[in-house]
Antibody, heavy 124, light 110 residues
Framework: QVQLQESGPGLVKPSETLSLTCTVS????????WSWIRQPAGKGLEWIGR???????NYNPSLKSRVTMSVDTSKNQFSLKLSSVTAADTAVYYC??????????????????WGQGTLVTVSS | QSVLTQPPSMSAAPGQKVTISCSGS????????VSWYQQLPGTAPKLLIY???KRPSGIPDRFSGSKSGTSATLGITGLQTGDEADYYC???????????FGGGTKLTVL
């Protein structure tokens, strides 16, 4: 059973860059897409983006200018960087494994394993 | 404003059945598969339904999913107090090239 664990600073100052890492255990990071999803307190889920083990990415259009995802297959880890953060970026951040496949523009995918989530607060 | 539309809240008595709707468009639900997630208070979301109507191992058959056109439905029968949670639908949006979720439905079992 694959397990995911988020790690990173719980407090980030406004205008700085939020950096999180997701460590995958119990399975290989190769040949899968991996996603970041966030949830502000009391609100719904927001998809941030996904990265394939080869490094190809898709980002939420509303966050695309500030998001960078990377993958380190040697460490079985993938990472999220979100720049120029504001209080609106305060949320629980989840990493998740993506299952399924894409065919052209369509994707038949879902998130089958999730990390426990990590709260990131943006405040001075 | 979420791309997919769900009712914010629903309630039903123990033992009864509830259906939660998820409405979208041709670019998301219409052309892609829908998944559903259960989020118990203070925990990470958990996969309930994938590929519109399939249940992962360990999910009881009280939970079911269906899709018709640009809408999807999650059904829960034999409601239990332990089913009190937030439920989210999700899919891919081919026009946005992005994953999208519904705003979530808070289910109360009273």
């Amino acid at each position: 059973q694959v397990q995911l664990q988020e790690s990173g600073p719980g407090l980030v100052k406004p205008s700085e860059t939020l950096s999180l890492t997701c460590t995958v255990s119990g399975g290989s990071i190769s040949s899968y897409y991996w996603s970041w999803i966030r949830q502000p307190a009391g609100k719904g889920l927001e998809w941030i983006g996904r990265i394939y083990s080869s490094g190809s990415t898709n980002y939420n259009p509303s966050l695309k200018s500030r998001v960078t995802m990377s993958v380190d297959t040697s460490k079985n880890q993938f990472s999220l960087k979100l720049s120029s953060v504001t209080a609106a970026d305060t949320a629980v951040y989840y990493c998740a494994r993506v299952r399924g496949y894409c065919n052209g523009d369509n994707c038949y995918s879902y998130f089958d394993s999730w990390g426990q989530g990590t709260l990131v607060t943006v405040s001075s | 404003q979420s791309v997919l539309t769900q009712p914010p809240s629903m309630s039903a008595a123990p033992g009864q059945k509830v259906t939660i709707s998820c409405s979208g468009s041709i670019s998301n639900i219409g052309n892609n598969y829908v998944s559903w997630y259960q989020q118990l208070p203070g925990t990470a979301p958990k996969l309930l339904i994938y590929d519109n109507n399939k249940r992962p191992s360990g999910i009881p058959d009280r939970f079911s999913g269906s899709k018709s056109g640009t809408s999807a439905t999650l059904g829960i029968t034999g409601l239990q107090t332990g089913d009190e949670a937030d439920y989210y639908c999700g899919t891919w949006d081919s026009s946005l090239s992005a994953g999208v979720f519904g705003g979530g439905t808070k289910l109360t079992v009273l």
